[in-house]
């Protein structure tokens, strides 16, 4: 049986009276990209830091690759590299030193740490770096330190809270591309982010989570079909026949044609017709293309239908 | 229209210290401690006025004539020493608090001027000492009504006391927006205050310090009689014949214009440095100064030994004590070099006086070489508890212990290493403290070898000196520490270990003083006090020498200082062990996070494989 790198049931944690997290369960298969999407305040960062052994009281179960978060604590540390949303950086250390610190905290044997060290700085692209004092590093680099100080130990199981929230555009793609590399790695990682098309493109589950409560969890697919969403696909023609616009709406699986300006926008529904077969009719119905264009997975869509009226 | 002036920053001010439970507790505890110092003041007062008439002869109502200038000569420098010490307390973080909170930003950004921002924060922190002090009139008054303090004396008395308010709150404030933390403004603030205490002492009568200035002007005296009590001696016929010049509330008044105009100086230093400190990065300044002395240090170096270096720090990389390492090799009170510095500071001045005190004769040697002991036991006592208390609240402030508590070390681990990583300091404090103990040993081998040669008994005392710092040393640190890990802040942790560590010392002493105990109930009291520790030590050294001057005033003899020394660093070095145990105990629960209880069951490896693998929710 598969194992599973983690696996929530039931979780409930409150400060004081208020409920963070109202009963939440879900489970991450080995090697699977878990995206945890809420809005601000939903108790996202509250299930993390559940999860990276820092709250001491919460009802429920969490495992962390099968070992139990309450009872085994510490064997939980080892096995997982967990990024806060907000943290600091020792300013006395530099780069090197910081990571020889964790290291020395991960306690990784001395001989290795070298090596070990090297390679997670060429890895996030701080080797140039090295020697700078860490108080000296721009936003985007201390991200990447702390993510390579998190990939140290050679964790299994990545707990990554918002790690690019506050980037500049240029900072947050080479955090991306670095999760995409760790990602092939075959880590399993849990990422939050309250933005929803960052994760679109590399998660390969997602759980939408609400004021303490997981409102829709599975694969894109899952939640895509769940929802009875339409995929709209924006389309350019040449000179289209006076009668093609009723002739596609014929189409099986097409729900329906909005004539826009410059375009046709065309609702699917992508459980009877694919993208490529109705790319295929268009072509059969002598449809001259010049654009066609397939919106990508309408997340926000998805997100506004979830959270209809919990968040008014 | 209103035609009070809207002061919106003092209101808000104030609302949020009356919406804090602390303000309350922090007052009341406060009124209580000052209502009940006054208290022992005036039976103080009451009790050696009756004995000295006694002495007399004197009887009858004469007997209580002008006894209200007795009570006010003792209350009124409880009041200053009040202000004094908690004025800085509670000026010191008004503006770093917001600097810390990144709150200056925004309000720099309303309308309020810098002047303003600094006068209401000014406001705000006057109105709850004053508050405080206002406790104390119906004392006054009552003493008033007893006889012996003028009208004159009491406005006097009262206009200077607010202008001790106004000159050390200004400092506190000075302070507060000069310095980016509230730890650093704190201990400035007191420095500062030290010096201009010393800067009294020397000046003598132009000094503008209104407490001083109170001293002089009302209590100055020859033979320590003051001014009021002169005045019924005299009138009872007793006068030593010192001419009395009537107090009038117009000198004091005209005395305090300096310290008004130093106030007004503090205020608008603070207004101008108020934008221009406002962003300063954290613990750059004080990097700077190091840098600088360094540069400083290097360049002397270079000149006089041709850069002969004594102590270089080599920069390791960590070993298996990640948190060690980095307290011991990153922190400037952690650094070989800089502990070095501050050793050779601390260590010249002491050497100088104990020098000194070897010099003028020996039998004098006591007094002066206790004072310095009392300094030094403050200044090291304080250093340690600030270092202490902010081990691990200065990380929780910079958020950096998150990503260290989800590694696995283990709690227990951090703390351990943490108070390694101050072993050197401990032991560069402990230094002065023994130097000042060696010199008792010297004197008093000195002493002893003319006549009978007894090493012994200083040989023993060194020893129990040498055990008596280090207990007293690490019961500081770990009290400190624990704090530290139980209150979050940092100002909160200091400012509680500080409190704690003083009640602590000084509350046992107040007790024993005030029931005048005898001898072995005073002992037993007083060991409650980790104090005693030291003073049993002392006295175990003086005890053939008082002996002989208990003898000629035919006094019993008490509990041998001996034992007494014996029990009292005992007592103190357990309680350092019990609260090292408790801290240590607590740690996991008091940083917030779970550790292993025991070995893990192997039983909950396997029940994950029981559960029922969901796929979705509900
Ligand atoms: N230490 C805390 N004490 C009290 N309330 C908290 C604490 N941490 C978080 N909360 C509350 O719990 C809720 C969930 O917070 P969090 O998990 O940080 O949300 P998210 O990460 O999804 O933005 C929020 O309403 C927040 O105010
Ligand atoms: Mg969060």
């Known amino acids: 049986m598969n194992q599973l790198a983690v696996c929530i049931r039931d979780l409930h944690v409150s400060y004081g009276k208020f409920e963070a997290v109202k009963g939440i369960s879900l489970d991450i298969p080995k090697g699977e990209v878990f995206g945890f999407i809420g809005p601000n305040g939903a108790g996202k960062s509250t299930t993390i830091r559940v999860l990276a052994t820092l709250q001491p009281k919460f009802r429920g179960m969490a495992l962390v690759g099968g070992l139990d978060v309450i009872s085994q604590p510490q064997q939980v540390r080892e096995k997982i590299g967990y990024m806060p949303d907000f943290f600091g950086v020792y300013e ?88 995409k590399a760790l990602k092939e790695m075959g880590k399993t990682i849990l990422i939050s982010s309250h933005i929803l098309h960052e994760l679109s493109q590399l998660c390969t589950r997602i759980g939408i989570i609400e004021t303490g409560e997981m409102v829709a969890q599975g694969s894109l697919q899952d939640i895509f079909h769940q929802l009875q969403l339409k995929r709209i696909i924006h389309v350019r023609l040449e000179d289209p026949a006076a009668d093609l616009e009723s002739r596609v709406k014929e189409i099986p699986g097409v729900d329906s044609v909005e004539s826009q300006v410059d375009r046709w926008a065309i609702r699917l529904r992508e459980d009877e017709l694919s993208v490529a077969d109705f790319h295929q009719a268009l072509v059969e119905e002598k449809a001259r293309i010049t654009m066609f264009q397939p919106e990508a997975m309408d997340m926000e869509t998805a997100f506004m239908k979830l959270t209809e009226g919990k968040t008014a | 229209m209103s035609l009070i002036p809207e002061l919106p920053l003092l209101r808000r001010e104030l609302t949020e210290l009356a919406n804090r439970r602390r303000t309350y507790i922090v007052r009341v505890v406060a009124a209580i401690i000052l209502l009940f110092l006054v208290f022992v003041a005036y039976s103080q007062a009451i009790g050696q006025r009756l004995q000295f008439m006694g002495n007399t002869g004197l009887t009858g109502p004469m007997q209580y004539m002008g006894i209200g200038g007795d009570i006010f000569a003792r209350i009124i420098p409880l009041l200053f020493y009040t202000i004094q010490i908690l004025m800085p307390a509670l000026c010191c973080a008004c503006v770093t608090a917001e600097k810390e909170n990144n709150t200056l930003g925004t309000l720099m950004l309303t309308r309020l001027s810098s002047g303003t921002i600094v006068l209401e924060k000014f406001g705000s922190r006057l109105v709850p000492m004053l508050t405080l002090l206002l406790l104390t009139f119906p004392v006054l008054a009552h003493v008033h009504t007893l006889g012996g303090v003028d009208t004159d004396l009491l406005i006097g008395t009262l206009w200077l006391l607010f202008c001790e308010c106004l000159l050390f709150a200004s400092i506190a404030i000075a302070c507060s927006t000069w310095f980016t933390t509230t730890v650093t403004a704190f201990i400035w603030s007191y420095v500062l205050i030290g010096f201009l205490a010393a800067l009294t002492l020397s000046l003598g009568y132009t000094t503008f310090v209104p407490s001083a200035i109170w001293r002089s002007a009302f209590m ?399």
């Open chain 1, 92 to 179: 006395d250390l530099t780069a090197l030193e910081y990571l020889h610190f964790f290291a020395a905290a991960y306690k990784l044997p001395s001989h290795r740490r070298k090596g070990v060290i090297d390679d997670v700085l060429s890895l996030t692209d701080l080797g140039h770096k090295a020697n700078s004092p860490v108080d000296a590093l721009s936003r985007g680099m201390k991200q990447r330190l702390a993510l390579a100080r998190v990939l140290l130990h050679d964790p299994d199981l990545l707990l990554l809270d918002e790690p690019a929230s506050g980037l500049d555009p240029r900072a947050r793609i080479e955090v991306r591309e670095l999760l």
């Open chain 2, 220 to 618: 100055d005296s020859q033979w320590g009689v003051t001014r009021s009590q002169m005045a019924f001696l005299n009138a009872a016929g007793l006068g030593f014949g010192a001419g009395v010049s009537p107090s009038t509330w117009l000198m004091p008044v005209a005395r305090s214009v300096p310290a008004l105009f130093a106030t007004l100086g503090f205020l608008l230093f603070a207004r101008v440095i108020l934008v221009r400190r406002a962003f300063v990065s954290q613990s750059s300044a004080l990097l700077r100064v190091f840098r600088a002395v360094d540069v400083f240090f290097t360049a002397l170096n270079d000149r006089t030994t041709g850069g002969i270096e004594l102590i270089c720090d080599s920069n390791p990389l960590p070993g298996d004590d990640p948190v060690a390492w980095r307290e011991r090799n990153k922190k400037s009170l952690g650094k070989a070099r800089y502990l070095f510095r501050v050793l050779v500071v601390l260590e010249i001045p002491t050497l100088f006086i104990c020098v000194m005190a070897a010099e003028v004769s020996a039998r004098n040697r006591f007094q002066g070489l206790y004072v310095l002991q009392g300094l030094i036991w403050t200044l090291a006592v304080l250093v340690t508890a600030v270092k202490a208390a902010t081990l691990f609240s200065s990380e929780r402030a910079k958020q950096t212990i998150e990503p260290l508590l989800a590694s696995p070390m283990s709690g227990v681990d951090m703390l351990s290493q943490k108070v390694v990583g101050m072993r050197r300091l401990l032991i560069v404090l402990s230094v002065p403290i023994l130097t000042v103990n060696l010199t008792h040993f010297l004197l008093d081998v000195d002493l002893n070898s003319l006549s009978t040669v007894v090493l012994q008994r200083p040989l023993a005392y060194l020893l129990l000196s040498i055990c008596a710092t280090f207990a007293l040393l690490y019961l500081v640190t770990w009290l400190s520490v624990g704090i530290g890990l139980k209150l979050h802040s940092q100002t909160k942790a200091i400012l509680a270990s500080v409190t704690v560590i003083a009640a602590w010392t000084v509350i046992p002493l107040v007790i024993a003083q005030f029931f005048l105990l005898r001898p072995p109930a005073q002992e037993f009291v007083t060991t409650f006090s980790p104090f005693s520790a030291v003073a049993a030590t002392e006295q175990y050294l003086t005890e053939p020498f008082m002996r002989t001057s208990y003898d000629r005033y035919g006094q019993v003899e008490d509990v041998p200082r001996l034992l007494w020394a014996c029990c009292a660093i005992a007592v103190y070095a357990a309680a350092t062990l019990m609260i090292r145990h408790v801290v240590r105990k607590t740690c996991p629960f008091l940083l917030g996070r779970r550790e292993n209880l025991s070995e893990p069951p192997p039983a909950s490896v396997t029940r994950q494989a029981q559960l029922p693998v969901l796929e979705g929710t509900q």
